[in-house]
């Protein structure tokens, strides 16, 4: 490899919220989604360029990002994005929550497909709306969308919103066309609009693609809206920079007062030259970033077969967050994540925070060097054994 993802970075005393929020410095983080690889080495110097110049104004957005987004989404995606539809922002929380904004008012609903990133529930509760589980159907180590199910809450006329997770997380699925097209029918069928998180769409693993929700129809377009950022894919999440993509000029004036109002109007320079960066000459690290994960799941799912049978490891097809089922120890997830800190020193999520679906799971963050990652699991194994 051309890149040494293996290098292990200190990152104790950066004020890393994944690695400096714990106060015992001998636990090993395995949590918040975050990657401990430095970032492509293109971005690295575009940011070191701006440094140089020593000073940090109020920034205007270039036509060089626009065209960097646009370029990217097609070349790889076939997605083709215009100028206009993209309005920057901060964040794809804040992008979301200013999304619900536009689209709903009090006491509306909003569909989620659980267990899912546990923001959303927040996301829709902060804006004074109702969050309806369309749960996902767990079987032969995956998860599977209950169509009937959601047909059946997106009749309801007080639902105006499915927030849809693609790729998912925590479930490490990447929704096929045809899943997405089943989706976009009944949404489309029940007028309810689909609002698209979309911050993992690079970090797809052999055998699958990532689809553009937006990308598969002239009617599913207009009837969505997709929130996007290179900060999974780059590890950028501190630069704070994100994209709400919409093909609807009056839904865009929605978002934009909703933006506005919400205080998330303005972005940082380093956030505007990491992303142009990234997207312009980070294909080659991104592609070698994905590879590596990829051996780092082999590596984890080999482990668990092997020492840790009784805990299945559910299939990952992209996302760099593994869901293990732990419901033979019979015990609340929050449970086995204190135990885990506890008797080991490694932090895992529980999977309850994802909504009550996932609380016989817990998820984990493979994105370190393997030699991490090993220490990690040798941890998990030795406290499994002390729950079990």
């Known amino acids: ?123 829709i509760r902060n804006n004074g709306c109702e969050m309806i589980s369309n749960p996902l159907i767990y079987e032969d180590n995956t998860y599977r969308i209950d169509f009937d199910d959601l047909e059946k809450k997106a009749a309801d006329p007080k639902v105006k919103l499915l927030l849809l997770c693609n790729p998912h997380n925590p479930a490490g699925r990447v929704w096929s066309k045809q899943e997405l097209i089943r989706i976009g029918e009944i949404c489309l069928r029940n007028d309810v609009w689909v609002v698209s998180d979309e911050i993992h769409c690079e970090l797809v693993f052999p055998g699958y693609t990532y689809t553009p929700f937006a990308s598969l129809s002239e009617e599913f377009r207009m009837h969505s809206v997709t929130c996007t950022s290179p900060s999974k894919a780059f590890n950028l999440a501190g630069l704070q920079i994100a994209n709400i993509i919409s093909a609807d000029a009056d839904i865009r004036r929605k978002i934009d007062k909703a933006i506005n109002i919400n205080e998330v109007c303005d972005v940082n320079p380093f956030g505007v030259e990491a992303l142009i960066a990234a997207y312009n000459e980070g294909e080659e690290w991104l592609e070698e970033l994905k590879s590596y994960l990829f051996a780092n799941y082999q590596y984890l799912r080999n482990y668990f077969n092997e020492h840790l049978p009784d805990f299945p490891v559910l299939k990952l097809e992209g996302t760099y967050l593994v869901w293990v089922d732990c419901s033979v120890l019979k015990k609340p997830s929050e449970e086995i994540v204190t135990a885990l800190l506890e008797k080991e020193k490694v932090w895992v999520n529980e999977g309850s925070m994802y909504g009550e679906d996932g609380d016989n799971f817990i998820r984990i963050n493979i994105a370190c060097p393997r030699q991490q990652l090993a220490k990690g699991l040798e941890r998990l194994k030795y406290a499994f054994g002390q729950l079990s």
């Not at 440094?51 to 097609?74: K, L, M, Q, T």
């Open 1 to 123: 490899m051309k890149y040494n993802f293996d290098e292990i970075i200190p990152r104790r005393g950066t004020n890393s919220y994944k690695w400096d929020s714990a106060n015992d410095a001998d636990i090993l983080p395995m949590w918040v989604a975050d990657m401990d690889f430095r970032t492509a080495p293109a971005v690295t110097e575009a940011l070191k360029k701006r440094v140089e110049h020593g000073i940090f104004g109020y920034v205007r957005v270039p036509d060089s990002y626009y065209h960097a987004v646009i370029h990217w989404f097609g070349r790889r995606h076939n997605w083709k994005i215009e100028r206009e539809w993209i309005i920057y922002t901060t964040g794809v929380v804040p992008a979301l929550s200013a999304v619900i904004k536009a689209l709903t008012n009090l006491g509306d609903r909003v569909l989620v497909q659980t267990p899912v990133y546990n923001c959303f529930f927040s996301s």
